[in-house]
């Protein structure tokens, strides 16, 4: 049994459900999300409530069964509030400016990094050293955020780098000379 896809999904108030065969609609406050499911699996709204069910025990049907169940909370949180995720900028001249929708990220390159804001994506830019990317599909959010953490890795002996906020980069020590 799936404990994931059992579970049903509640619809907050503001939020709308619709369900047109295997295509699934998602109306809120933050904007509309859609997204086409599996044909094995079948879902339906209920008394305010989203149910998942699937057809039968097999193997691709269960990893199914929570997968649909865990997009569609997705796309209802999403529409209600949206997603965000922060990076860190650290490093001596590495920071950040907001340009409009896009991002002017210098890292030490001999070029300032311009990254374009795509539809649905926002960036806020709190202090030279932080980006928050916002949005309201929370695979899309993540994507950005690993696009723009890719211009500059972190680096494992000084610490320079883009990351993740709540990413802990693990050290190395340096060389040492011989004795």
Same mark, same amino acid.
């Given at each position: 049994m799936?404990?994931?896809g059992?579970?049903? %999904?509640?619809i907050?108030?503001?939020?709308e459900?619709?369900?047109?065969?295997n295509?699934v609609t998602?109306k809120?406050?933050k904007?509309?999300l859609e997204?086409?499911?599996?044909?094995?699996i079948?879902?339906?709204?209920?008394e305010g409530?989203?149910i998942?069910?699937?057809?039968?025990?097999e193997?691709?049907?269960?990893s199914l069964h929570?997968?649909?169940?865990?997009?569609?909370?997705?796309?209802?949180i999403?529409?209600k509030?949206?997603?965000?995720?922060e990076?860190e900028?650290n490093?001596?001249?590495?920071?950040?400016?907001k340009q409009?929708n896009?991002?002017n990220l210098?890292?030490g390159?001999?070029?300032?990094? %311009?990254y374009k804001?795509?539809?649905?994506?926002?960036f806020?830019v709190p202090?030279p050293?932080?980006?928050?990317?916002?949005?309201i599909d929370?695979?899309?959010?993540?994507q950005?955020a690993a696009e723009?953490r890719?211009?500059r890795l972190?680096e494992?002996y000084?610490g320079?780098? %883009?990351?993740?906020?709540?990413e802990v %980069?693990?050290?190395?020590?340096?060389?040492?000379?011989k004795?």
């Amino acid at each position: 049994m799936s404990r994931i896809g059992n579970s049903p %999904i509640a619809i907050p108030e503001g939020v709308e459900v619709n369900i047109q065969g295997n295509h699934v609609t998602v109306k809120g406050p933050k904007g509309t999300l859609e997204k086409d499911i599996n044909p094995i699996i079948t879902v339906s709204v209920e008394e305010g409530k989203v149910i998942v069910k699937r057809p039968n025990d097999e193997e691709n049907a269960k990893s199914l069964h929570g997968l649909t169940r865990t997009l569609i909370n997705n796309m209802v949180i999403g529409v209600k509030d949206e997603f965000k995720k922060e990076l860190e900028i650290n490093g001596v001249g590495y920071r950040v400016q907001k340009q409009g929708n896009d991002l002017n990220l210098t890292l030490g390159y001999s070029h300032p990094v %311009i990254y374009k804001a795509p539809q649905g994506i926002s960036f806020d830019v709190p202090n030279p050293n932080s980006i928050i990317v916002k949005g309201i599909d929370k695979e899309l959010v993540g994507q950005i955020a690993a696009e723009i953490r890719t211009k500059r890795l972190p680096e494992v002996y000084r610490g320079k780098g %883009i990351k993740y906020a709540d990413e802990v %980069i693990r050290r190395k020590e340096g060389k040492t000379g011989k004795k």
